[in-house]
């Protein structure tokens, strides 16, 4: 018998929890009154919760493992795999991360990561919610379903994520609420709006108790907080914290009681600072995330996995690093049977030849063989869900070029400048004088001071603003992108007024996505029809257009490491420490919106 052909209500075969068929099942099987689905022999199996391997086989009868070990080597089954020595690693669960950085479907994210071991995931879709609202969360709930890949959800709590942008939509305390009632929901994603809850404000403190009733997570988000700011956070109920990027700021977070995620994304990699902290003292707390990684990144280097394989040669031991990609993310987030190979848990597990290279052969989901050698072992069908609650969602109309001017008063001394840091989402302010004709600041190729624009693209106010940015590199034409956190208006670089109206009019036109124009021509694209941030194409085909832009960006002179995300984040209004909305030009610090001239003071 198997999961296919069990009496009773089948739909209970399919949810995030067993059915009560199915612990019969579990039960029969163990006594052997049954013979199980599927047996793994001589099997290196790597128990995460006591920290050793035990050799011997695994036992499953339908979704569920049945025993593990000596315990198993008795149960007959038609179906045995020979593991020949090599471990058997429980699947691996990324605890944060934005599908929609991708910049392709759930179905296509998984067909990417599930090849690697990666069995789980925690989605915060607050970069779909910030355009599409509580339509484009319902569209990622349906558009998960049936996925081998199991993604849980976190509901967005910051949309808008501030005051100081034009965002599509707005999430309610009600609306959170009722979305913490769906089986797939784990907690409230992310609180970003950390000076909120540190002021107590009946807003965010709403958030963090709505999942406190829930009896679910409410995550954090709160760089460089310390002291009694850090206490007032966590003392408010958040849970975690994936913002760290030094050892000190994580092991204060530590103190506070945070759920430490270490995050390395394709931007923000912070592993290298933080693995200090993955000892036996504080295993327990650490979790291993990716945030936001780009098409390129996941191919080459991988999901959750690749934290492992970098722990592991950063000196963890082995078991410590599996843990913090497993037991210890399923235990915050209270993901019952997963992250662990035990009995009565889900059969997610792979099988790998060592664990220093952290390479899987084979990988098995709910006891089904879905992939190996790196590769699916079906391709993986999206679901059927109507997007037109998520499509045309780019309404721009074509902007003038005073829009994109800068006013530089004969009053002025100085110039504020936005200082992207490599690999990094903080910036830096820099005070120039800038290179100015009739009363308006322009970009200074000669100097790398380009032009940093943002235009409103969801029909509301028309807004657009404009400001200078370093270190980009850019000598030509202009660069722009769909994807700009969290607000996701349309965000770019130029060193041409008439090239970035030129890209802002392509964006328009392709719904959304990447471009790079050169006098008045496009040179490479992305279509991303989905909210402006998604593609419907593979992500080895979405790889191949980002290198594309890559290489058009380099040809127009840019310098800065993935050009595209970092600039998606010169946007966001809640990292310090300068950043340009569609309002104008944020000082992070102080919440306020500055000029861009620096004037006098009478």
Not at 25 to 39: C, F, G, I, T
Not at 254 to 276: C, H, N, Y
């Amino acid at each position: 018998m198997n999961s296919q052909s069990l009496p009773g209500n089948p739909a209970e075969y399919g949810g995030l929890l067993p059915g009560r068929e199915e612990l019969r099942l579990l039960s029969r099987v163990a006594s052997s009154q049954e013979a199980a689905d599927l047996k793994i022999i001589n099997a290196r199996i790597l128990n995460v919760v006591t920290q050793e391997e035990v050799f011997g086989s695994v036992v499953v009868a339908g979704r569920l493992i049945v025993a593990v070990g000596p315990a198993a080597d008795d149960i007959a089954s038609p179906n045995v795999v020979d593991a020949g020595g090599r471990y058997l690693v429980p699947g691996l669960i990324d605890g944060h991360l934005h599908i929609e950085s991708s910049l392709v479907t759930p179905a296509a994210y998984a067909e990417a990561v599930l090849s690697r071991g990666v069995t789980a995931v925690v989605w915060d879709p607050h970069e779909i919610a910030n355009v599409c609202g509580r339509a484009g969360i319902d569209w990622v709930l349906q558009s998960v379903e049936g996925l081998p890949l199991s993604v849980m959800v976190t509901v967005p709590s910051c949309v808008p994520s501030t005051t100081l942008e034009t965002s599509g939509a707005l999430i309610s305390v009600a609306e959170i609420e009722e979305l913490l009632q769906h089986e797939r929901v784990v907690g409230v994603a992310e609180i970003m709006s950390f000076p909120d809850v540190i002021a107590a404000t009946e807003d965010s403190l709403s958030k963090v108790m709505a999942a406190a009733r829930a009896r679910k997570s409410a995550d954090g988000h709160a760089p460089g907080i310390s002291g009694l700011s850090l206490a007032a956070y966590h003392g408010a109920g958040i849970g975690s914290d994936h913002e760290c990027t030094t050892y000190e700021e994580g092991l204060e977070k530590l103190r506070a009681g945070a759920f430490i995620m270490i995050r390395e994304g394709s931007t923000t990699r912070d592993l290298k600072a933080l693995v200090p902290l993955l000892t036996p003292e504080h295993a327990d707390r650490i979790g291993f995330v990716t945030d936001d990684r780009l098409p390129e990144d996941l191919l080459s280097e991988g999901g959750v996995d690749c934290l492992v394989r970098m722990a592991i040669a950063a000196g963890v031991a082995p078991p410590l690093a599996v843990r913090a990609a497993t037991w210890n993310t399923a235990r915050y987030f209270w993901l019952q049977r997963r992250g662990a190979v035990l009995p009565g848990y889900f059969a997610d597990f792979m099988l790998m030849e060592d664990l220093p290279s952290f390479r899987a052969n084979e990988v098995f989901v709910s006891g089904a063989l879905v992939a190996t050698s790196g590769r699916v072992t079906e391709p993986i069908t999206r679901p059927v869900v109507s997007a037109q609650a998520v499509r045309r969602t780019v309404k721009v109309d074509r902007i003038k070029l005073e829009a994109l001017r800068i006013p530089y008063p004969e009053s002025a001394y100085e110039a504020r400048v936005i200082v992207p840091i490599a690999h990094q989402i903080l910036t830096q302010e820099r005070r120039i004088q800038p290179y100015h004709v009739n009363g308006e600041a322009l970009p200074d190729p000669s100097s790398d001071i380009a032009k940093i624009f943002c235009v409103e693209r969801h029909g509301k106010n028309g807004n657009v603003a404009a400001a200078l940015v370093a270190e980009f590199g850019l000598r030509r034409g202009a660069l722009a992108i769909s994807v700009a956190h969290d607000h996701h208006n349309i965000i770019g670089v130029g060193v041409s007024d008439e090239d970035i109206v030129t890209a802002v009019a392509r964006l328009t036109k392709i719904e959304g996505g990447l471009v790079a124009v050169e006098s008045g021509r496009v040179l490479a694209e992305l279509s991303l029809p989905i909210a402006g941030l998604l593609s419907e194409l593979s992500l080895a085909e979405v790889r191949d257009k980002m290198q594309e832009l890559d290489a058009a960006a380099s040809g127009l002179g840019v310098t800065m490491p993935a050009p595209f995300m970092a600039l998606s984040f010169l946007g966001l209004p809640v990292i310090p420490c300068l950043k340009l909305t569609d309002h104008g030009l944020v000082d992070v610090t102080t919440g306020c919106i500055v000029p861009v001239a620096v004037e006098h003071e009478a």
